[in-house]
Every structure is written in structure tokens, then in C-alpha cells.
Nanobody
């Protein structure tokens, strides 16, 4: 069974940095688009950044120039480097994989369990 396992969240001061990681466990042939979403209390879940298997990226406007998404296809892992963090970045961050191909199965729309990011002094 494939799981998306996130790590790297925590408490950081405004202006600080964090790096989130999300690794897909299990035997995997390929993963199409991988992305990071976030959900603040009382708000809808929103896309923060996404990256295709070929490395094409897309960012939500408020994080452009501050966040960088990357991936290691050999490790089935996606990263989110977050710099110049602001209080409004506080949220639970979720990893998402659009399409995971495994031996004998294709999984659509897989989510990680979420990791809390809190930006506060």
C-alpha cells in the first residue's frame, strides 16, 4: 500500500525558514504531478505549489519568490523550501500526488496526513 509521509513542520519565527518533505512509500513506478496544499483554521484548503515529473512548477501568488518546490523522482519525494515565512503562512500543509503508478494499480488523488506549520514570534 502506498502512503505519503510528510515531515519538517514546526514552529518558526517570522522571517524564518522551514523545509517540508513528503516521501511516497512502497513500490512505485511513477508519480505525475505532486504538490503542496495548506489549510488554515476556518479556511478552505488551497494549492501552494505543484511540480510535474518533468520539473515544471506552479505557485500560488502569495508564495512566489519565497517558496520553492522540488522533487527527487528516484526517491518519490517532493520538497517545499519555505523562506521569509509570515504569520499568514500558518496552516496545516498537505502533500498531494495526482497519479501514482504501482505494480498492478494506479492511485488517483493521494493525500498525506498533514504537517503543522506555525509562524509566530
Amino acid at each position: 500500500q502506498v502512503r505519503l509521509v510528510e515531515s519538517g513542520g514546526g514552529l518558526v519565527q517570522p522571517g524564518g525558514s522551514l523545509r517540508l518533505s513528503c516521501a511516497a512509500s512502497g513500490t512505485i513506478f511513477s508519480i505525475s504531478v505532486m504538490g503542496w496544499y495548506r489549510q488554515a483554521p476556518g479556511m478552505q484548503r488551497e494549492l501552494v505549489a505543484a511540480i510535474t515529473s518533468g520539473g515544471t512548477t506552479n505557485y500560488e501568488d502569495s508564495v512566489k519568490g519565497r517558496f520553492t518546490i522540488s522533487r527527487d523522482n528516484a526517491k518519490s519525494t517532493v520538497y517545499l523550501q519555505m523562506n521569509s515565512l509570515k504569520s499568514e503562512d500558518t496552516a496545516v500543509y498537505y502533500c498531494h500526488a495526482d497519479r501514482i503508478v504501482t505494480p498492478g494499480n494506479v492511485l488517483h488523488g493521494s493525500w498525506g496526513q498533514g504537517t503543522q506549520v506555525t509562524v509566530s514570534s
